[in-house]
């Protein structure tokens, strides 16, 4: 059988892309999962393509204002080293996992917008890390199911507070 997949692995027309859930492993031809992607890219609502020079003084603009924030003393220029800066930047890279899970013969795709090295994560990560505690002190914050479930077994929910589900799209 290993053969056979390093046979198949070998051809153009065909990928191996892991699946969104149940560790499983999807071979599906690459004009299917072109397709599969586009479906995400065509939405105008949440993907828009964008000229090279555009990403290029989005960081011109970031790193300005970098400047301008340790010109005025808000952080140290070890800081924007460490933890802002934009040095060995990179493009996110775009894939999706196919949900086989909702259809084995077309599946959908959960798209996937990968970005540690894009000029923005590194704030994001200064960010999340001063804000989750924050966020955690909220009435409303879930951690995972696991306290979902003790909240609700404990009845720490609120006169007024409600229930509400949705699907997430996309998230990223």
């Known amino acids: 059988?290993?053969?056979?997949?390093?046979?198949?692995?070998k051809r153009q027309d065909i990928l191996f892309k892991p699946a969104d859930k149940g560790n499983k492993l999807?071979?599906?031809?690459?004009?299917?999962?072109?397709?599969?992607?586009?479906?995400?890219?065509k939405d105008g609502n949440v993907y828009e393509q964008v000229e090279l020079t555009v990403y290029r003084?989005?960081?011109?603009?970031?790193t300005n204002l970098l400047k301008k924030g340790r010109r005025l003393d808000y952080?140290?220029?070890?800081?924007?080293?460490?933890?802002?800066?934009?040095?060995?930047?990179?493009?996110?890279l775009f894939?999706?996992?196919?949900?086989i899970h909702k259809s084995l013969i077309n599946p959908p795709g959960h798209p996937i917008v990968l970005g540690k090295k894009y000029f923005l994560y590194k704030i994001g990560q200064f960010l999340h890390f001063h804000l989750l505690p924050k966020v955690k002190l909220l009435p409303a914050y879930i951690q995972d199911v696991f306290d979902f479930l003790n909240k609700i077994k404990t009845g720490q929910w609120g006169q007024r507070m409600y229930w509400?589900?949705?699907?997430?799209?996309?998230?990223?």
């Open 57 to 62: 003084e989005a960081i011109d603009k970031y």
């Open 95 to 99: 894939y999706c996992l196919p949900k």
């Open 164 to 172: 509400i589900t949705t699907d997430v799209k996309i998230s990223h």
């Open 75 to 92: 952080f140290s220029e070890n800081d924007i080293k460490k933890k802002f800066g934009v040095v060995g930047c990179e493009m996110a």
């Open 26 to 41: 999807v071979i599906m031809s690459s004009v299917q999962y072109l397709n599969m992607c586009n479906e995400h890219l």
């Open 1 to 9: 059988m290993n053969g056979k997949l390093k046979l198949l692995s």
